[in-house]
């Protein structure tokens, strides 16, 4: 069974950056899929931040490229996000999720929220 | 970049049949999905390739597409069907992978 996991600091001051790792078990990173993240602001709809192939080729949202960096670690067999410089705009439940062309996103972590305050 | 457009709510009665749209200039080219996401939860794919169900998902979801619209249906809908929906779908040349809808919201009167 497939399980994703996220973790990391629920409280980020503005400007800094906020730093999410997803954990995943019962499936090698290695072996294939996408792997990225997606948040969701306190009442609103699902945004896309970005995706790694497991080749390691990346995908960002435009409206985020400029901050956003996904990375992952195969020998951990984990993904993470770093997101810099930010605002209360950026508090959202964040999840990583598993995705495939012509699968979809079929496992998804439970959500981590993640507030911006000082 | 690339949109997906939903309607913001959608309401039925206990027994009729919800018909979720999702419109993109992509879809003729690319697949379409669908999430279903109660309060508190996260999403929970329901329909992948258009209209391809995921096993467990009931038998009362189903989609389809005609050209930049793809549709969830929800036959005989039930209480517990109440929850927020997304499309998502990728853009034509796959530069962005995963886009979202806005979301539906569906009512069960």
């Known amino acids: 069974q497939v399980q994703l996991q996220e973790s990391g600091p629920g409280l980020v001051k503005p400007s800094e950056t906020l730093s999410l790792t997803c954990a995943v078990s019962?499936?090698?990173?290695?072996?294939?899929?996408?792997w990225g993240w997606i948040r969701q602001p306190p009442g609103k709809g699902l945004e896309w931040i970005g995706s790694?192939?497991?080749?390691?080729?990346?995908y960002y949202n435009p409206s985020l490229k400029s901050r956003v960096t996904i990375s992952v670690d195969t020998s951990k067999n984990q993904f993470s996000l770093k997101l810099s410089s930010v605002t209360a705009a950026d508090t959202a439940v964040y999840y990583c999720a598993r995705g495939e062309e012509g699968i979809g996103l079929d496992y998804w972590g439970q959500g981590t929220l993640v507030t911006v305050s000082s | 970049s690339y949109e997906l457009t939903q309607p913001p709510s959608v309401s039925v009665s206990p027994g009729q049949t919800a018909r979720i749209t999702c419109s993109g200039d992509a879809l003729p080219k690319q697949y379409a999905y669908w999430y279903q996401q109660k309060p508190g939860q996260a999403p929970v794919l329901v329909i992948y390739?258009?209209?391809e169900r995921p096993s467990g998902i009931p038998e009362r979801f189903s989609g389809s597409s005609s050209g930049t619209t793809v549709t969830l249906t929800i036959s005989g809908v039930q209480a517990e069907d109440e929850a927020d929906y997304y499309c998502?779908?990728?853009?034509?040349?796959?530069?962005?992978?995963?886009?979202f809808g806005g979301g539906t919201k569906l009512t069960v009167l």
């Open positions: 790694i192939y497991h080749s390691g080729s990346t």
């Open positions: 998502q779908s990728a853009d034509s040349s796959g530069t962005y992978p995963w886009v």
């Open positions: 019962g499936y090698s990173i290695s072996s294939g899929y996408y």
């Open positions: 390739k258009d209209s």
